[in-house]
Each structure stands twice: as structure tokens, then as C-alpha cells.
């Protein structure tokens, strides 16, 4: 028979305490208590992930909440305004408050029946009015002047261009009898029943919108050596204008046209469309089709015709209104704020 463990003891004084017994924990309770936890684990992993795309929807589709009517507009705030625009004089420019114009006398205002909704901080209105309406509560009205390095900066005189608003052409043009161009460009302009083919050497095509016979001289990687085939009395139409021009001489390296233009014709340039506006006997004039007011883009710049006489054109790419100091009635209607803003 087994002899039994005996009881560890420890003295306290005169008194003799008997350990107890660590109880002892079977291995299908460790397995039971094991899974227990694994359970509890994986159910707060799922809960975690389930707020975080929760939270990430909201924040990615722009939720927001609309502020309490005491709350000041700030930074990131994403505002309502109605607006009025007016000159350091009183006249107004710009609104987006209905019968606005109406009441002051003002008639042909295209305006807006919506408010001027943007984020302050992100550039999207002018800086004067992103730092007016800081601080301002839902119902409050605002006046400011702001100037114009505030607004739409000072005028720039770089920023104006001029060309020639007339144009005195020769009835006489030289042309070269020989291009090199690129076999895909000429292709496309050839028409689309060409635009796949590839170019042999010797080759003879007609193009329909010169009237011209073009030989294939030489094929180069992507271009092609032409040479333009023409007789003298023959009629062809040079690029870039819309009539006629008569062969009245040539040579092996180049050939005269005597042009052929028609009032009200009109010829492609580098500053745009020019029209037919006199006819000589040895020139022609054109003269261009843009008015004052036009929008356009020169040089990679957006503007305005700002002028047009007898000698030239004047485009000027700064804002209308550059230079001007300008005054703001504000009133807030809205402010909404990102829900982790």
C-alpha cells in the first residue's frame, strides 16, 4: 500500500498552519476553458473590424454632421454662404442671392439660386473670403473689404498678349515640292481608308483635300519622303485655307500658286480663324473673327479678348477682376463638419 504524501506545515508562532491543497484541474477542464477564451478573442477581433470599417465608410464617403447653430466655422469646416460681390464704389459684380440684382436697378444677372458651398482651408474660394467667414455661426451676416492680394491678386502687365487683327497676305505663294512627314500623321490626314496602310517606295497618292498627286520617294522608320506632283494650270488647295490657288510656274524643287480667296472665306492661322475681307489684284487681307469678351486659351493660358482695333488683338490672361479691391456681404446658412474633423 502506498504510502500518502504527507501535509506540508509551517510555524506562526506556537501555532502550526496546515498548507491547502492547490485544486487540481482536469485536462477537459483546461480544454473547456481554453475555447471559452479563443471564443471571447475572436468575438472582440470581430467587433474591433466591425467599428473600423464602420468608421472607415463614414470617414471615406464624407458623412458629416450639421453644426449646432452656436458653433463657429473653422478650419476643414465645410460651409453654405449667400453672397453679394460688389466694387469699392457699391456696383455689384456677383450674387447668388435671388432679385438681389432686380432690386438695385440691375438687369441680365445670370444668378445662382444655390449657396457657395466649400471647405475652408482647401483653396477653393478665395483667401479674403476663407478667412471671413472663420468664426462666423449659422444666421450671421458679415461685411468685409478685401484686397486684392486677397482676392484675385494684382494685375500682371506679362500677362497680355497682342497679334495682328488684319492680315495682308500676296496672292503669289512659293511651295516646296518636296516634305518629309510622319507616315502616321499623313496617313490620318489622307482618310481613314489609308490611315493602317504602309507606305512603299513609289507609290503615287492622291490626296482630296489638296488636289494633289504626292510620290513616295523614301520610306525612314516612321516618315516618309514625298514629292508633290504637280502641272503647271492645275488646281489645288494649299493647307489652312479654304479656296482654290492655281500652279502658274514650277521647277524640279518648288512651284507657284496664284491663290484664289473669296470674301468671307476663311483661312486657319496661328493666332485662329482669320476671315476674307478684301480682295486685290496681287493681295488679299484678313482680318479676325474674334470679338471683345471672348474666352480663350494662349500659351497655356486661360483669359479674355480685351481689345481689338485696326492693328491688333490684346488678350489678357489675368482674372477680370485683378486689381480690384472688393466688397462682401456674407451671410452663413450652413456649416457642416467632417465626423473626424
Known amino acids: 500500500m502506498p504510502k500518502k504524501k504527507a501535509r506540508a506545515t509551517r510555524s506562526k508562532g506556537n501555532r502550526k498552519i496546515e498548507a491547502q491543497p492547490k485544486p487540481q484541474v482536469t485536462k477537459t477542464e483546461k480544454k473547456k476553458t481554453f475555447a471559452l477564451n479563443k471564443e ?72 445662382r439660386d444655390s449657396t ?47 497679334w495682328p487683327s488684319t492680315i495682308i497676305r500676296n496672292r503669289a505663294a512659293h511651295v516646296g515640292r518636296s516634305l518629309l512627314v510622319d507616315a502616321r500623321v499623313f496617313a490620318q490626314m489622307l482618310g481613314s481608308d489609308l490611315k493602317n496602310s504602309t507606305f512603299l517606295e513609289g507609290q503615287t497618292i492622291h490626296a482630296d483635300w489638296t488636289n494633289v498627286d504626292y510620290y513616295v520617294e523614301k520610306v525612314t522608320g516612321t516618315n516618309v519622303q514625298l514629292r508633290i506632283d504637280v502641272d503647271e494650270g492645275d488646281t489645288i488647295y494649299l493647307p489652312n485655307t479654304a479656296w482654290n490657288s492655281t500652279v502658274t ?78 466688397v462682401f456681404d456674407i451671410d452663413m446658412v450652413d456649416i457642416k463638419r467632417p465626423i473626424y474633423g
Do not use: C
Not at 41 to 49: D, Q, R, S
Not at 138 to 156: F, L, M, N, Q, S
Not at 252 to 280: C, H, K
Open 116 to 162: 457657395f458651398d466649400f471647405v475652408i482651408g482647401k483653396g477653393q474660394a478665395i483667401p479674403g473670403m476663407e478667412i471671413a467667414v472663420v468664426g462666423m455661426k449659422i444666421g450671421d451676416h458679415k461685411r468685409v473689404t478685401i484686397e486684392p492680394k486677397d482676392a484675385y491678386g494684382t494685375r500682371v502687365e506679362s500677362a497680355q498678349y497682342r
Open 249 to 326: 510656274w514650277m521647277n524640279s524643287s518648288m512651284f507657284i500658286v496664284r491663290q484664289n480667296p473669296v470674301l468671307s472665306d476663311v483661312a486657319s492661322t496661328q493666332w485662329g480663324d482669320y476671315a476674307v475681307t478684301e480682295v486685290g489684284v496681287h493681295n488679299y487681307t484678313l482680318s479676325t473673327m474674334l470679338s471683345v469678351g471672348d474666352k480663350l486659351m494662349v500659351n497655356n493660358k486661360y483669359g479674355t479678348i480685351k481689345s481689338i482695333d485696326a492693328e491688333n488683338v490684346t488678350f489678357d490672361a489675368n482674372h477680370p477682376l485683378a486689381g480690384e479691391t472688393l
Open 40 to 111: 471571447v478573442l475572436m468575438l472582440l477581433g470581430v467587433l474591433v473590424v466591425i467599428l473600423f470599417v464602420i468608421g472607415i465608410k463614414s470617414y471615406s464617403s464624407g458623412d458629416d454632421v450639421t453644426s449646432l447653430s452656436d458653433s463657429m466655422a473653422k478650419i476643414g469646416d465645410n460651409v453654405s454662404i449667400r453672397y453679394a460681390g460688389r466694387y469699392l464704389d457699391g456696383t455689384l459684380f456677383d450674387t447668388n442671392i435671388v432679385g438681389l440684382p432686380e432690386k438695385e436697378g440691375l438687369n441680365g444677372f445670370n444668378v
